[in-house]
Antibody, heavy 122, light 110 residues
Framework: EVQLVESGGGLVQPGGSLRLSCGAS????????MHWVRQAPGKGLEWVSN????????YYADSVKGRFTISRDNAKNSLYLQMNSLRAEDTAVYYC???????????????WGQGTMVTVSS | QSVLTQPPSASGTPGQRVTISCSGS????????VNWYQQLPGTAPKLLIY???QRPSGVPDRFSGSKSGTSASLAISGLQSEDEADYYC???????????FGGGTKLTVL
């Protein structure tokens, strides 16, 4: 079964750090571009970051640039998000998602994890 | 304030057809494809429509998508109670170099 499972969420104080992990199974992880998308309580979806299959071509949303770092270990079928200098507005459910490309090389997020909750509060 | 604009809510009765709009700009919808996601209460989002109008395997043909210029639409025909969910449009923005989402539309089946 194709699956993504996030872990690492929790309660952290403002200014603190947290590292999220996303384990992949059921597909060739190293062949896919991966993303982090978050959703604040009662709010909509916000794209956070992506990383190409080989670990290059990384992009970040302006809201997290300079504070978050995305990485991957293809040998371990794992995606990571290192979050530093956390703020209250980073409180959200964080989803990892796989991007699939169609015949025209257009992408879409076809597989999502169940999400992990990050709460930034004192 | 989301880069893509969706109505916050929509509603319909069982069997009806409803449409949800998504408005963007030349740097996102105007120059890239649009995807739609369905999020049932308490669950992760699910890909509903990709590349403007394509349905992934398993998505009923009651769901359809279209795009024209800098706007896109999701149509749901033969509305069912299980369609009650939040719906999001998304597109790559070439100026922001970021994926952007609409604010989401909460669909209520009356």
């Amino acid at each position: 079964e194709v699956q993504l499972v996030e872990s690492g969420g929790g309660l952290v104080q403002p200014g603190g750090s947290l590292r999220l992990s996303c384990g992949a199974s059921g597909f060739t992880f190293s062949s896919y571009e991966m993303h982090w998308v978050r959703q604040a309580p009662g709010k909509g979806l916000e794209w956070v970051s992506n990383i190409r299959s080989g670990g290059n071509n990384i992009y970040y949303a302006d809201s997290v640039k300079g504070r978050f770092t995305i990485s991957r270990d293809n040998a371990k079928n794992s995606l990571y998000l290192q979050m530093n200098s956390l703020r209250a507005e980073d409180t959200a459910v964080y989803y990892c998602a796989r991007e699939v490309r169609d015949a025209n090389n257009y992408g879409a997020f076809d597989i999502w994890g169940q999400g992990t909750m990050v709460t930034v509060s004192s | 304030q989301s880069v893509l604009t969706q109505p916050p809510s929509a509603s319909g009765t069982p069997g009806q057809r409803v449409t949800i709009s998504c408005s963007g700009s030349s740097s996102n919808i105007g120059s890239n494809i649009v995807n739609w996601y369905q999020q049932l209460p308490g669950t992760a989002p699910k890909l509903l429509i990709y590349s403007n109008n394509q349905r992934p395997s398993g998505v009923p043909d009651r769901f359809s998508g279209s795009k024209s210029g800098t706007s896109a639409s999701l149509a749901i025909s033969g509305l069912q109670s299980e369609d009650e969910a939040d719906y999001y449009c998304a597109a790559w923005d070439r100026s922001l170099k970021a994926w952007v989402f609409g604010g989401g539309t909460k669909l209520t089946v009356l």
